[in-house]
């Protein structure tokens, strides 16, 4: 397989992942510090309620317990959004959800905080609660937040094209609610951080503050801790240790950074806190429940002529990135298919459960579910193909859609063409066996947000490289590796702009004091903009090399060659002195060179080792250009940022500034799945998931990523749901939550396809997220195929089969709640009769929605 | 709580510690001797995170008592590494993107040793079974399965060699699993 390049498109093993499989890495909660404390966090039992008063003497008298921090000690409000600053680290009046941070305890031991928590004395006053988003919105007294009314936290309405008459001009045309229950990260690795002040030597005092976290973003943590603690950003260093996975769930400042900084101080001693498990699901900031009403007409040839959606997201207590996903859902209706007219009115709403925030696929996931799903029965109405009806809505690029996002590459057709192809999709559908059927869905992603969340024109990524006459090059990105493999994409992008081996380049990652800004690892920028960042900062390096050893050569700087630890002259015979160019990084670590010296020895400049030159070559080691760049510079480094250009930063609207990206990837699934008509249960079989990555940096981590994206929106399609009894978690651990185990999961093809973008670095696009969405349409639209019944709600539990396939045969509904708690929600009472939802959940107040007498109780009608 | 002296058995050493006796394996190896490999990733013995080996056989180190493991000969993932080189099983998970986060990565290895301990030729079906106990979030495990399966021909191809290095001319061993090898899937 060669393309040309030495490192780029090569499969590489994570330059991490000796750290990983060795256990020797160091994830925050693996950390400590002399003398450090433990904090642990008292959560509000309540879903809504002031509290009166916090009595903490109780607690603060126990032996062992350093200090108890409240909402006091920090009352500064932040939020991920500027629009967004309704949270505080710890409750100042009011909790908002069950589980609500309300005080923390800093103690020497584990032991000890727990026994102190339940010394803390909390006076609530129950204010009436709002669990389901359509009831929320009819709210006029006892709001969430004071300053939205309906607890609605935002509202868009966009029309673009004229959808009316696009329906005139539809030959068929589908309306139907579709709902996608929550779902939440659950990464492995629960949520900690350490943090630590040092006192300054001039003052005397309390000065710089160092927090070691658990997050995808830690230019936004600085950012925020400067906001509460009062202190300038420059005295904050926020160090991202390794992460275990964050999948948007560290995304954003989740309380307990903020807490563990405000602890330390307050105990003056450095203070770690780590979530339990059960904490990680109430802090959650996952994918909201979405209702989703939605009309789409197409003529029968085919051709979409109008999409109408309405969405309303069932936001949780606070705003964290509401505003952004309730864009998105909108936004990327567009740029997958060319839609001529698009309506969408989307409804971000509060209610008294956790904060939900960006979780893979932010904002598309839900409403791309309701999407292919109307799609592919409209393609049943008109008795076309599923994968032609995509095939005759394609988009003709470079092009800007109707809602003004503009798209370069675009992969999507040959998606398609692979998936069907690699399926046996033409031969096998509509023949498999009885309960076997095929399903097709598409999807797409941005790369990178072209906007950031704090509008500006500064770069979004920033990258340092420094070259030294040791011969290493190390790069200095503030991009947050998360797992996905960011740290070995920047050195690759390194290594191959400047033609020396991986093993040279080291990565200095993540880090506010040492490293460059970058804004974070979400909405699957990395690789688009750091890596265009670095790309950008060893070509000037390189043109630096080059410089100096052009001289040395006699020949143009345009003239060299850099490649595989050799700075050559073009058409020279470079690669004389290896063997086996293109796999050779053995070498570089092998040992001794054709100067003598043994590599990563540059001691001497190049005076004294010209007396060993013979004039000027036609080639030199990588090490000897070094030299002669620091010889005739005097040092050698390079910076390179990137900001999306501005013609990819979207229309004028109002909300315009979300959706737009630089670029997008796309994708096409075709889900092999089998449905038990007795059990209702579904299996997925196989999964052919093609990807337009622009260009895969590296296969194995690139298939890696579809493999996991279609693997987490499987666990959505099928089993994962956030279970809520007012506003009770009821499902609050990995087992309950069910995330699928090694048994459950599909055999999953990567299909690798590469678009080559434009301005991506290399051609390359994202690759996390893109391919989550297409899978559970693909999952819902096989399960039609097998056995003919078409399923609104996700996830598609044997419940809501069941339910689906007896309704088709005209047999009465089974009642599988008999002698269930009347007041649960309805959706909650399908979930079978176990005894354990039977409990009397918090304390309500009287004029407590969910206390209304009547057959339909709040939170429930859907 | 009064802490005991107990003497524990890890990784081939013998260490004395003054623990709790209610202090479980987990938080021994983590917080008393920094082996911090093993982790905690659930409350309730879901995750598989924290697996170690006793006597060779896989254990979740979250629910044992440190104090019950005393006579025992305990492995955690820092004992892994073999000779100061990468276990066949911890390289086949670099090179095959069987880890991505990392943060299950040391758990899921020693369910692997485990199984592979006990059964040295799995089914695909007695893979998928013995890592259903362990849970990830990254990878969709597929790529976990490729790596164990070059893990074991490389295993196999290292004690071929082995045996051959008692003869003269084994020289220039090289790794069936390094990257240029890696075949592409159809």
């Known amino acids: ?862 | 709580m009064k802490k005991e002296l107990v003497a524990l058995k890890i990784n081939g050493r013998s260490c004395e510690l003054a623990i709790e006796p209610n202090s479980l394996l987990l938080d021994v190896l983590r917080k008393d001797l920094d082996l911090t490999g093993s982790k905690r990733g659930c409350d309730d013995s879901s995750c598989g995170a924290c697996t170690v080996l006793l006597d060779g056989v896989s254990m979740l180190s979250c629910t044992l008592l440190a104090a019950s493991c005393e006579g025992q000969e305990i492995t955690t993932i820092e004992g892994v590494s073999e000779h100061g080189s990468l276990a066949a099983i911890q390289k086949a998970y670099g090179d095959w993107g069987g880890a991505q986060c990392g943060y299950c990565t040391p758990g899921f290895i020693m369910t692997v040793k485990a199984l592979l301990a006990e059964n040295p030729d799995p089914s695909e079906a007695d893979v998928r079974t013995a890592l259903s106990s362990n849970l990830c979030r990254c990878t969709g495990y597929n790529q976990m399965y490729e790596a164990i399966r070059s893990a074991i021909r490389a295993e196999r191809s290292a004690m071929a060699a082995a045996k051959e290095c008692l003869l003269p001319r084994a020289a220039g061993f090289s790794d069936p699993v390094s990257r240029g090898v890696r075949n592409d899937k159809t």
């Open chain 1, 1 to 862: 397989m060669d393309n040309g390049f030495s490192i780029i498109g090569k499969p590489t093993a994570m330059v991490d992942a000796a750290y990983k499989t060795t256990g020797s890495g160091k994830y925050t909660d693996d950390l400590s510090l002399p003398g450090m404390l433990v904090g642990k966090i008292l959560h509000s039992p309540y879903p809504h309620a002031h509290i009166k008063s916090i009595d903490t003497t109780r607690a603060e008298k126990l032996e062992g317990v350093v200090a108890v921090v409240i909402g006091k000690d920090a009352p500064n409000p932040y939020g991920i959004l500027p629009v967004g600053h309704d949270e505080h680290a710890l409750a100042l009046d009011k909790v908002r959800y069950v589980g609500d941070h309300v005080a923390c305890v800093v103690a020497v031991d584990d032991a000890t905080a727990d026994k102190a928590l339940e010394l803390i004395d909390v006076e609530y006053e129950v204010l009436p609660a709002y669990f389901d988003p359509e009831e929320s919105m009819k709210a006029e007294t006892h709001l969430i937040h004071d300053n939205k009314t309906h607890n609605i936290e935002k509202d868009y309405h966009h029309v673009f094209g004229d959808p009316e008459k696009g329906f005139a001009e539809a030959d068929h045309v589908a309306e139907a609610r579709f709902i996608a229950n929550e779902v939440t990260h659950a990464a492995m690795e629960p949520h900690s951080t350490l943090a630590s002040f040092e006192l300054d030597p001039h003052t005397g005092k309390m000065g710089r503050l160092t927090v070691w976290s658990s997050t995808q973003v830690p230019y936004y943590l600085q950012h925020k801790l400067s906001l509460v603690l009062e202190m300038p950003m420059s005295q904050i260093r926020v160090i991202k240790p390794l992460v275990g996975g964050g999948f948007g769930g560290k995304s954003e400042v989740i309380p307990l950074e903020i807490i563990a900084a405000v602890a330390a101080r307050k105990a003056n001693a450095p203070v770690k806190i780590t979530y339990t498990r059960e904490e990680v699901f109430w802090a959650h900031r996952g994918r909201p429940r979405t209702i989703i009403d939605l009309k789409t007409g197409v003529r029968n040839d085919g051709r979409i002529t109008s999409v109408k959606a309405r969405v309303v997201q069932d936001g949780g207590a606070y705003c964290s990135y509401g505003v952004v996903t309730i864009l998105y859902s909108g936004a990327l209706l567009g740029a997958l298919y060319d839609i001529p007219n698009i309506q969408y009115d989307g409804y971000r709403v509060l209610t008294n459960k956790p904060a939900c925030g960006a979780m893979r696929g932010h904002g598309t996931v839900n409403v791309r579910f309701a999407f292919e799903t109307q799609l592919d029965e409209l393609a049943a109405e008109i008795d076309m193909d599923p994968a032609e009806i995509r095939q005759r809505n394609l988009l003709t690029p470079p092009c800007v859609t109707v809602n003004g996002l503009r798209v370069q590459s675009y992969g999507l057709p040959e998606c398609i063409a692979r998936t069907v192809e690699r399926s046996g999709w033409k031969q096998r559908k509509g023949k498999l066996a009885k309960g076997r059927g095929l399903g097709i869905a598409c999807s797409h992603y941005v790369s990178g947000a072209a906007n950031s969340i704090i509008r500006s024109d500064m770069p979004h990524s920033t990258v340092n490289i420094k070259i030294d006459r040791d011969g290493g090059v190390v790069v200095y990105t503030g991009a947050s590796e998360i797992g996905q493999g960011s740290d070995t994409m920047t050195a690759q992008i390194a290594a191959e702009a400047l033609g020396c081996s991986l093993a040279r380049v080291r990565v200095i990652a993540a880090d506010t004091d040492l490293t460059p800004i970058d804004i974070g690892s979400y909405s699957s920028r990395v690789t688009f903009m750091a890596g265009n960042a670095t790309l950008r900062a060893a070509e000037e390096v390189k043109k630096r090399i080059a410089a100096a050893a052009a001289k040395k050569m006699n020949c143009a700087a345009d003239d060299l060659l850099f490649r595989d630890d050799v700075v050559s002259k073009r058409g020279s015979a470079p690669h004389a002195m290896k063997n086996n160019p293109g796999e050779e990084e053995e070498t570089t670590q092998a040992g001794a060179t054709v100067s003598g010296r043994v590599e990563g020895q540059i001691l001497r400049g190049s005076l004294q080792q010209k007396r060993k030159d013979e004039g000027p070559k036609d080639w030199m080691t990588f090490e000897e250009a070094v030299v002669a760049a620091i010889d005739f510079h005097g040092a050698l480094s390079g910076t390179g940022s990137y900001a999306p250009p501005q013609e990819a930063r979207g229309g004028k609207h109002k909300g315009a500034g979300v959706g737009p990206s630089p670029a997008y990837s796309y994708a096409a699934q075709v889900a092999e799945v089998s449905v038990d008509e007795e059990t209702g249960e579904v299996t997925v079989h196989k999964v052919w998931a093609a990807h337009d990555c622009g260009r895969a940096l590296n296969p194995v981590s690139v298939e890696g990523q579809i493999i996991g994206s279609v693997w987490m929106g499987m666990g959505q399609a099928l089993t994962e749901e956030m279970v809520w009894k007012d506003g009770m978690l009821m499902n609050p651990g990995l087992l309950e939550y069910r995330s699928p185990s090694s048994v459950e999961s599909p055999e999953v093809e990567p299909i690798i396809v590469e678009s080559i973008d434009p301005e991506g670095p290399f051609g390359a696009k994202e690759c996390s997220e893109g391919s989550l969405a297409a899978t559970i349409p693909a999952i819902a639209n096989a399960i039609y195929d097998a056995v003919g019944v078409r399923l609104h709600e996700c996830p598609f539990t044997p419940e809501r089969v069941l339910a689906a396939l007896r309704a088709k045969k005209n047999a009465k509904p089974l009642n599988l709640t008999e002698g269930i708690d009347p007041t649960a929600p309805v959706r909650f009472r399908e979930h079978g009769g176990s005894l354990w939802f039977r409990g009397k959940g918090p304390q309500r107040h009287a004029l407590d929605p969910s206390r209304r007498e009547g057959p339909e109780p709040a939170g429930g009608a859907d």
